[in-house]
């Protein structure tokens, strides 16, 4: 981690409040597609695409952010990149034929490109806020991609229904993860705080006295 506790306890912040953002976007959009109630192909394209692009764009921050080792790093920024692509794949309507299948399969593997960056960023950073709560979020975006793949999709309304819920599931984690990382923080900087402001002992009655002794006692010398 940075040697600078302000620019740490910055850096932390902002990425917990953009944790705890993102996984409120995923718990909504997850209720607006479950809520829908027959999502057209293009619909549900257009709500994920949005999604995948800013999650896309909040790994590509934390690559740059976050003070990890470079493999680490550039693993974020690649998973970042390719779910911006991912998202803009999914803006395109490729027939009705082949739209759902196709849909899925973004969807799938953008679930698994940030679920993996996830874990191993917090493996990478031993001192990371929250560190067990983000490993659970990436692990169980793993699961949730390869369900996503692995499902046989025959409808729009039954690929809305998984991810919805997955969307949902993955929020709420991701909330979790979010407020771990802040009370984490929070501790280490009560933590600098004490260790910057000692606490001062009261002295007691004993070196009062010795005080006062060495103030009114005058050393006798030759006269």
Not at 84 to 109: D, N, S
Request: glycine residues 10%; neutral net charge; charged residues 10%.
């Amino acid at each position: 981690m940075s040697d600078n506790p302000l620019h740490t306890s910055n850096l932390m912040r902002g990425i917990w409040t953009s944790a705890i953002l993102s996984g409120l976007f995923a718990v909504v959009l997850g209720v607006v597609i479950l809520a829908w109630p027959e999502p057209s192909v293009v619909a549900a394209a257009v709500l994920l695409g949005v999604y995948l692009v800013a999650s896309g764009v909040a790994l590509v921050f934390l690559a740059f952010s976050l003070p990890a080792s470079a493999g680490s790093r550039f693993l974020t920024f690649i998973s970042g990149v390719a779910s911006v692509a991912l998202g803009i794949l999914a803006f395109r309507h490729f027939g009705q034929g082949y739209a759902v299948l196709l849909l899925a399969i973004w969807v799938g593997v953008g679930f698994i490109f940030r679920g993996v960056s996830v874990t191993a960023s917090a493996i990478a950073v031993p001192e990371f806020p929250g560190r067990g709560w983000a490993i659970f979020f990436g692990v169980i975006g793993i699961i949730a991609g390869f369900v996503v793949l692995a499902y046989p999709f025959d409808s729009i309304e039954t690929l809305a229904l998984v991810v919805g819920a997955s969307l949902i599931i993955l929020g709420e984690v991701e909330v979790g993860s979010g407020v771990g990382m802040r009370r984490d923080v929070k501790k280490a900087e009560s933590s600098v705080t004490s260790a910057d402001c000692p606490v001062r002992v009261a002295p007691t009655t004993t070196d009062k006295s010795a005080a006062l002794q060495s103030q009114w006692v005058r050393p006798v010398g030759p006269r």
